[in-house]
């Protein structure tokens, strides 16, 4: 039976540059890669008066669940604000996407060479559980893998931010380790078939190139989320993330569903297995040590 310390690391420091000490690091940084969520109760991401005319759905176009954000040339996408608005809302994003990174680098210096910063976003909308598709319906537990966006093994390292005006948390379950759940589904992966990596990158529907472990972990996500008894009967905790609070963690390894919440800000990163302090904890070195292969 999973506890709140089996799956929750908790720090009160409330600066986004912490540095903490020798062994406090040693520690976080433990918890981390072994697959804890690390929990920030005081740690806000702090609107300027302006910006909270964002707190509103509006500001979403209402196709795309999330505002997104690239770091890379400042564009944002899936909202409504045009001219100054969209400006601003760029700027709030673009100064939580700094933030961010900021924490991973004071709290985990040797990761900083090494990280890519991917899109940033924006989650305005309150989570609905969308029943049209079971694969799209984040309130199920699940490890994230991206269809289109095959990495090749790296890491996802994920910053979240609660920026609720009204009080209300952002609910998750927390489920079981990764090396508990992935036997209930390695066995029953389909094959990867011949020539098919090569076939969704040449058709642009994946950006870059499909490894057998993308392929794995595609159907890990896929299997777990679309079983409704493991679902329902699976060990897991659920915890509410109050507004004013931050928490981070490897969401590959981390199984996670969004209850409820409004008013989410998300840094994403990808980082290289090599730049682990132990790759024995990726989610490709277990699967490999499961397959008795190379995957990557």
């Not at 040693?26 to 008066?49: N, Q, T």
């Not at 604000?81 to 709290?107: P, T, Y």
């Not at 309150?126 to 598709?133: A, E, G, K, Y």
Request: aromatic share 10%; hydrophobic share 35%; proline share 7%.
């Amino acid at each position: 039976m999973l506890s709140q310390d089996d799956v929750i690391e908790i720090s009160e420091d409330s600066n986004w540059s912490y540095r903490p000490d020798r062994q406090t690091a040693a520690r976080m940084i433990r918890s981390l890669e072994s697959g804890k969520v690390l929990y920030f109760p005081h740690l806000a991401f702090a609107l300027k008066e302006p910006e909270r005319r964002f707190l509103s759905p509006g500001c979403s176009d209402g196709k795309a669940k999330n505002v997104s954000y690239d770091p890379r040339n400042g564009s944002i996408q899936g909202t409504s604000c045009k001219d100054q608005d969209s400006n601003d809302l760029a700027a709030m994003i673009s100064r939580f996407a700094a933030q961010a990174r900021a924490l991973i680098e004071s709290l985990f210096p040797h990761y900083t060479p090494h990280l890519e910063q991917a899109r940033t976003s924006y989650r305005p909308m309150p989570v609905q559980r969308r029943f049209r598709s079971v694969r799209k319906d984040d309130s199920r537990l699940h490890v994230d893998a991206f269809a289109s966006r095959p990495n090749q093994g790296k890491r996802i390292l994920r910053v979240f931010t609660n920026v609720n005006p009204d009080g209300q948390p952002r609910v998750w379950n927390i489920g079981e380790p990764f090396e508990i759940f992935v036997p209930k589904y390695y066995g029953r992966i389909a094959p990867q078939w011949p020539g098919s990596a090569w076939l969704l990158e040449r058709l642009g529907i994946t950006k870059g190139k499909r490894s057998f472990y993308d392929h794995i972990m595609l159907q890990l996500h896929d299997r777990g989320k679309m079983d409704d008894a493991y679902q329902q009967n699976a060990d897991k905790i659920t915890f509410a993330f109050p507004p004013g609070s931050t928490w981070l963690m490897f969401s590959d390894r981390v199984l996670h569903a969004a209850l409820s919440g409004q008013y989410l800000l998300e840094q994403t990163f990808n980082l290289p297995v090599s730049a682990m302090q132990d790759e024995r904890c990726s989610p490709l070195r277990i699967l490999e040590e499961l397959y008795q292969r190379e995957l990557a």
